[in-house]
């Protein structure tokens, strides 16, 4: 079995295990969007989770995060860069504001392929179905308040 935590360069199999479960993770969150039928559903989501733990993996795999956590560090604060603009498109649609919570839901999706590509997947299982509890039966506790 691959190692699943480590900033070492972790080869094939680690790379795609933790894309098969940024992938997971992704459809999870998105899978919810797509039956309420929000703006950003299952691909969305998969791909912002997908794209983000690729990222963390790229400096991962060149041994540069074993050597400088920095390097790791600067390509997370650039994912977070790149969905806020994202999650703004989102949000701001036909001059009025809507969307917040799928936006929401693509920043999530984000830290969470972050989370995976980093290799602390069960954290970003964890994550997901908690971000899924509170799309899915929040939703439901908000319309009797």
């Not at 080869?11 to 295990?17: A, D, F």
């Not at 990222?55 to 390509?75: F, T, W």
């Amino acid at each position: 079995m691959p190692e699943t935590y480590s900033f070492n360069p972790i080869g094939w199999q680690g790379i795609l295990l933790r894309l098969s479960v940024a992938l997971i993770a992704g459809a999870i969150i998105g899978l919810e969007r797509e039956t309420q039928h929000k703006p950003a559903g299952l691909r969305t989501n998969m791909l912002v989770s997908f794209g983000s733990a690729l990222i963390v993996l790229v400096p991962i795999e060149i041994g540069a995060a074993q050597q400088n956590l920095d390097v790791l560090g600067r390509a997370i604060s650039g994912v977070i860069s790149g969905i806020g603009f994202i999650g703004g498109g989102t949000i701001l649609r036909e001059s009025r504001v809507k969307g917040l919570t799928s936006a929401a839901a693509i920043w999530v999706a984000a830290a969470l392929g972050i989370t995976v590509g980093c290799g602390l997947w069960l954290l970003g299982l964890v994550g997901a179905l908690v971000t899924w509890i509170i799309l899915r039966l929040f939703d439901r506790w908000e319309e009797y308040l």
